[in-house]
């Protein structure tokens, strides 16, 4: 146990020491306005390049790689079904899905599968 801390120590010692060496060493880069501005052939900009963003879009997506990966999470179960502990199996797969069905009403009561606004 005490060489897990001491390896524990060393390696975020050296990474610090890293850290900081890399910060010391860097290149300071000069904040220039024109080379923060978006490049358009010479001209100034005509519109901001910074367009708003859509929160809902990306409260959409993100709802969607949680199921995507909660069905990642879904397929091996399927597949253990035939070594596995039948009792436990039911049991795991049961509260899983419980999660799932409490978590997609929570989404639904709070209007975030709305599509349309």
């Known amino acids: 146990m005490a060489n897990l801390f001491i390896s524990a120590f060393f390696i975020f010692l050296i990474s610090n020491i890293v850290m900081l060496i890399s910060s010391m060493l860097s290149k300071k880069k000069n904040k220039d306005r024109e080379k923060l501005s978006p490049f358009?052939?010479?001209?100034?900009?005509?519109?901001?390049?910074?367009l708003p963003f859509s929160i809902r879009f990306f409260l959409i997506a993100i709802i969607f790689l949680i199921f995507d990966v909660e069905i990642a999470l879904i397929l091996p179960m399927i597949i253990t079904f035939k070594t596995a502990n039948l009792m436990i199996w039911t049991m795991t797969n049961l509260i899983f899905i419980i999660i799932l069905i409490l978590g997609l009403y929570h989404e639904w009561n709070q209007g975030s599968l709305n599509w349309t606004f």
């Open 40 to 50: 358009e052939c010479g001209f100034n900009p005509i519109n901001s390049s910074r």
